[in-house]
């Protein structure tokens, strides 16, 4: 698979960034996305030194046309797409009883809104 290209959503951390780093081994191209510009670089050049083209993309997921910017900054780059892990997500770290409507909403759209583009 040295030509395909996969895309990693929550890229930056945790199990984004092992899968990431997994996928770098097995595909010529990475796309990794994430809000963390710092820690994305720091996996971007991992897997340049496993052997894989990065291309790091700071974003926020949630944000409107976020999906549709990944897929055209991937197709004007690399011009193709293989794979698509969606990790990215966002988990308020509270106690159940401290979660409110704006954070419970927030992480309900993050881990669960299906995006098309």
């Known amino acids: 698979?040295?030509?395909?290209?996969a895309i990693v959503t929550g890229a930056s951390s945790g199990i984004g960034?092992?899968?990431?780093?997994?996928?770098?081994?097995?595909f010529g191209a990475i796309v990794?996305?994430?809000?963390?510009e710092e820690k994305l670089g720091e996996v971007g050049?991992?897997?340049?030194?496993?052997?894989?083209?990065?291309?790091?993309?700071e974003l926020d997921w949630m944000?409107?046309?976020?999906?549709?910017?990944v897929v055209k900054e991937r197709l004007d780059r690399f011009g193709r797409i293989d794979a698509l892990v969606n990790i990215a997500g966002a988990?308020?770290?509270l106690d159940v009883f401290q979660i409110t409507t704006n954070n419970g909403i927030r992480a309900w759209n993050s881990n669960f809104t299906v995006r098309a583009g």
């Open 91 to 93: 988990v308020a770290g």
């Open 63 to 69: 944000a409107p046309r976020s999906a549709e910017f």
């Open 45 to 57: 050049q991992q897997a340049k030194a496993i052997g894989a083209e990065a291309l790091v993309l």
């Open 32 to 36: 990794l996305v994430a809000r963390s």
């Open 1 to 5: 698979m040295s030509n395909s290209v």
């Open 17 to 26: 960034k092992a899968t990431a780093l997994r996928l770098a081994r097995e």
